[in-house]
């Protein structure tokens, strides 16, 4: 570029129509020139050990650990004997990550590409509760973590795509300052299956359009932030009855349904500019006569997403140690067929040293070609270069205090939470409650949690202060739930706050016999019940009809603040049902309230 500007003086240029534009073009041209070489530079100096290594992504527990201890010796491991591309978050808290990663870094010939599931935001938190003997000042609650978001189907719910915008840029500021570079979201599923036991609140809504847009504006959102979107899990894993963790799931489905409804979100995603695409572990037939997993089948990841669908970023696997995979391939050969079927990069093998061995004896077999190992290395340095890692791969320490849990990113959470909230039945106005109602909160979850509602019972204390809090779970047995209703006798008003929500190997969603009689017995009770979902809302199909009904998507603190200033009136209602909730609700119903009081507006980007 310099080169060029000695040619045509800058002063000289700026006299032409159209100058500026000129002078962002060449710069341009001129950055990615050096990002090229420095890919070509890289993969060059590579010997093969260490190219097969940049296919990768191991897990890393990111918590304070000596570097004589047994978790950074097997990360130090990974990157020093199996030339890693990058590290997937196990777990951690803010500034250990960025401690631990900034180590790895330095030992890193290559720099590492530092991965996390970021579905939630910077959820990564390491909360502090204030208990009595400690000084009287200190905050009642301090998250110790980064800004938290609504579950995808809360931010579906909101109706709004700027809210899905603002979720990504502040995931992008956060993460990026603390060292993560690539978040394995967003799932661009379309949840139309009420009996999905994995995807569920994961996904934006059941309608391909809208789950579109959202979509779009979040990937938007991460990548004008300078932090890699994921796609997932391609080609669409939103119609399913089984957890993949757990099986193999089939679906009929042609390329015809696949066009109408599950490519949808993706095809506004790649359109979007997203670096990556996770692949899912499930078998389509019709698309793969081998009946392989969709991450193992060249005709899904080579033929419709790099060629119909014309992507050119990172296809990534989802975990290896899912038994939709586990139990049908050894990990080497699973490792193999997913390079071999169009994958770039291998997350988290069942045996991280027999699928590193595989894929490497592959290449030194000519299995796999070099022309192949080095496509996919390309796009992997690519991805670096895109996110920085050629000129800085360290991050500043002493700066993230400066910009995780800002206060603006904050306020965009809690209106994004308040935003979302859907009331669904309010019975003879009962929203907002009367003052002066006595109040008993009673949380029913199916595991067992000491902290869960104490945020909801904190807001309702505003309406009344002696108010009450029961914890139940499906572990508590008959003779506390009789105890509990015996109690509910005296109070005004049951607010039952049900915390049903997806996790990894769980399986169907559900409750124990003791908790579903107490729903039962609720049901007929002859005072003002309200019923709110923190997490899958298709349980309300199971649930007694009651007086007050509100959907609110995921079980975080802020949620369960933003549920009880709906009850006492201090925010309206907007939201809208983002799914459909057989035999009770349908996609789209919501009442709205207005406030009792002007709410803050909030500084939009």
Same mark, same amino acid.
């Given at each position: 570029?310099?080169?060029?500007?000695?040619? !045509?003086?800058?002063?000289?240029?700026?006299?032409?129509?159209?100058?500026?534009i000129i002078i962002l073009l060449l710069i341009s041209m001129s950055t990615r020139a050096q990002n090229?070489?420095?890919?070509?530079?890289?993969?060059?100096? *590579?010997?093969?050990?260490?190219?097969? =290594?940049?296919?990768?992504?191991?897990?890393?527990?990111? !918590?304070?650990?000596?570097?004589?201890?047994?978790?950074?010796?097997?990360?130090?491991?990974?990157?020093?004997?199996?030339?890693?591309?990058?590290?997937?978050?196990?777990?951690?808290?803010?500034?250990?990550?960025?401690?631990?990663?900034?180590?790895?870094?330095?030992?890193?010939?290559?720099?590492?590409?530092?991965?996390?599931?970021?579905?939630?935001?910077?959820?990564?938190?390491?909360?502090?509760?204030?208990?009595?003997? /400690?000084?009287? &000042?200190?905050?009642?609650?301090?998250?110790?973590?980064?800004?938290?978001?609504?579950?995808? *189907?809360?931010?579906?719910?909101?109706?709004?795509?700027?809210?899905?915008? &603002?979720?990504?840029?502040?995931?992008?500021?956060?993460?990026?300052?603390?060292?993560?570079?690539?978040?394995?979201?967003?799932?661009?599923?379309?949840?139309?299956?009420?009996?999905?036991?994995?995807?569920?609140?994961?996904?934006?809504?059941?309608?391909?359009?809208?789950?579109?847009?959202?979509?779009?504006?979040?990937?938007?959102?991460?990548?004008?932030?300078?932090?890699?979107?994921?796609?997932?899990?391609?080609?669409?894993?939103?119609?399913?009855?089984?957890?993949?963790? *757990?099986?193999?799931? @089939?679906?009929?489905?042609?390329?015809?349904?696949?066009?109408?409804?599950?490519?949808?979100?993706?095809?506004?995603?790649?359109?979007?500019?997203?670096?990556?695409?996770?692949?899912?572990?499930?078998?389509?037939?019709?698309?793969?006569? =081998?009946?392989?997993?969709?991450?193992?089948?060249?005709?899904?990841?080579?033929?419709?997403?790099?060629?119909?669908?014309?992507?050119?970023?990172?296809?990534?696997?989802?975990?290896?140690?899912?038994?939709? !995979?586990?139990?049908?391939?050894? $990990?080497?050969?699973?490792?193999?067929?997913?390079?071999?079927?169009?994958?770039?990069?291998?997350?988290?093998?069942?045996?991280?040293?027999?699928?590193?061995?595989?894929?490497?004896?592959?290449?030194? %077999? &000519?299995?796999?070609?070099?022309? /192949?190992?080095?496509?996919? !290395?390309?796009?992997?340095?690519?991805?670096?270069?895109?996110?920085?890692?050629?000129?800085? /791969?360290?991050?500043?320490?002493?700066?993230?205090?400066?910009?995780?849990?800002?206060?603006?990113?904050?306020?965009?959470?809690?209106? $994004?939470?308040?935003? %979302?909230?859907?009331?669904?039945?309010?019975?003879?106005?009962?929203?907002?409650?009367?003052p002066g109602m006595k109040v008993h909160v009673v949380t029913i979850s199916d595991e067992p949690d000491?902290? @869960?509602?104490? $945020?909801?019972?904190? +807001?309702?204390?505003?309406?009344?202060?002696?108010?009450?809090?029961?914890?139940?779970?499906?572990?508590?047995?008959?003779?506390?739930?009789?105890?509990?209703?015996?109690?509910?006798?005296?109070?005004?008003?049951?607010?039952? =706050?049900?915390?049903?929500?997806?996790? %990894?190997?769980?399986?169907?969603?559900?409750?124990?016999?003791?908790?579903?009689?107490?729903?039962?017995?609720?049901?007929?009770?002859?005072?003002?019940?309200? *019923?709110?979902?923190? =997490?899958?809302?298709?349980?309300?199909?199971?649930?007694?009809?009651?007086?007050?009904?509100?959907?609110?998507?995921?079980?975080?603190?802020?949620?369960?603040?933003?549920?009880?200033? +709906?009850?006492?009136?201090?925010?309206?209602?907007?939201?809208?049902?983002?799914?459909?909730?057989?035999?009770?609700?349908?996609?789209? &119903?919501?009442?709205?309230?207005?406030?009792?009081?002007? $709410?803050?507006?909030?500084?939009?980007?």
């Amino acid at each position: 570029m310099i080169r060029i500007l000695r040619i !045509v003086k800058v002063p000289e240029l700026l006299r032409f129509p159209y100058s500026y534009i000129i002078i962002l073009l060449l710069i341009s041209m001129s950055t990615r020139a050096q990002n090229t070489n420095w890919v070509e530079t890289t993969l060059s100096s *590579m010997s093969v050990e260490e190219k097969v =290594g940049q296919l990768f992504i191991a897990d890393l527990i990111a !918590v304070y650990s000596h570097q004589e201890s047994e978790n950074f010796r097997l990360a130090k491991e990974r990157v020093i004997k199996y030339h890693v591309g990058g590290f997937v978050l196990a777990g951690g808290t803010v500034s250990d990550i960025a401690l631990m990663t900034n180590v790895l870094q330095t030992l890193s010939r290559t720099p590492l590409l530092i991965n996390a599931d970021l579905e939630g935001g910077l959820w990564f938190l390491h909360p502090y509760r204030w208990v009595r003997g /400690r000084a009287p &000042e200190l905050p009642r609650y301090v998250s110790g973590g980064g800004t938290v978001f609504p579950s995808a *189907m809360g931010i579906g719910a909101t109706g709004d795509p700027k809210h899905a915008y &603002e979720f990504g840029r502040v995931t992008a500021r956060e993460s990026r300052a603390v060292g993560v570079h690539w978040t394995n979201s967003p799932v661009a599923d379309v949840n139309n299956n009420p009996k999905n036991p994995i995807i569920n609140t994961r996904s934006f809504g059941e309608n391909p359009a809208q789950v579109a847009a959202m979509v779009e504006a979040y990937v938007k959102g991460l990548q004008d932030g300078k932090m890699m979107a994921t796609l997932k899990h391609f080609p669409g894993h939103g119609d399913t009855e089984e957890d993949t963790h *757990m099986k193999l799931p @089939v679906l009929p489905f042609n390329r015809e349904r696949l066009e109408a409804v599950e490519l949808v979100p993706f095809k506004a995603g790649i359109t979007a500019g997203a670096k990556a695409v996770m692949t899912a572990h499930l078998s389509l037939p019709q698309l793969d006569q =081998g009946n392989r997993p969709a991450t193992l089948s060249p005709g899904i990841l080579t033929g419709l997403l790099r060629k119909s669908l014309d992507f050119q970023g990172i296809v990534i696997t989802d975990g290896m140690t899912m038994q939709g !995979v586990t139990d049908h391939y050894t $990990a080497g050969e699973a490792a193999v067929l997913a390079i071999e079927a169009g994958a770039d990069v291998v997350l988290v093998p069942s045996d991280f040293r027999e699928a590193y061995i595989g894929v490497l004896s592959a290449v030194q %077999s &000519e299995r796999i070609s070099m022309m /192949r190992l080095e496509e996919s !290395v390309r796009r992997i340095l690519a991805a670096k270069s895109w996110v920085g890692l050629d000129r800085n /791969r360290l991050v500043d320490l002493q700066g993230i205090s400066m910009e995780v849990a800002a206060p603006e990113s904050e306020a965009l959470s809690t209106s $994004a939470f308040e935003a %979302s909230v859907t009331l669904l039945r309010n019975k003879k106005n009962a929203v907002p409650l009367k003052p002066g109602m006595k109040v008993h909160v009673v949380t029913i979850s199916d595991e067992p949690d000491r902290h @869960v509602g104490e $945020a909801l019972r904190t +807001v309702l204390q505003e309406q009344d202060s002696s108010a009450r809090l029961s914890r139940l779970s499906n572990d508590t047995g008959s003779e506390e739930i009789a105890r509990v209703l015996k109690q509910l006798s005296s109070s005004d008003i049951v607010i039952v =706050g049900v915390y049903l929500s997806v996790g %990894s190997w769980k399986g169907a969603l559900g409750f124990s016999k003791q908790i579903r009689n107490f729903l039962t017995a609720l049901g007929s009770r002859r005072k003002p019940v309200a *019923m709110v979902t923190f =997490g899958d809302p298709y349980v309300f199909a199971k649930l007694p009809s009651t007086d007050i009904m509100i959907a609110a998507y995921s079980g975080w603190r802020k949620s369960e603040e933003a549920v009880g200033n +709906v009850l006492v009136g201090t925010i309206g209602t907007t939201g809208k049902l983002p799914v459909t909730i057989p035999g009770k609700f349908q996609a789209g &119903e919501g009442i709205q309230l207005q406030p009792s009081g002007r $709410a803050p507006e909030i500084p939009w980007h």
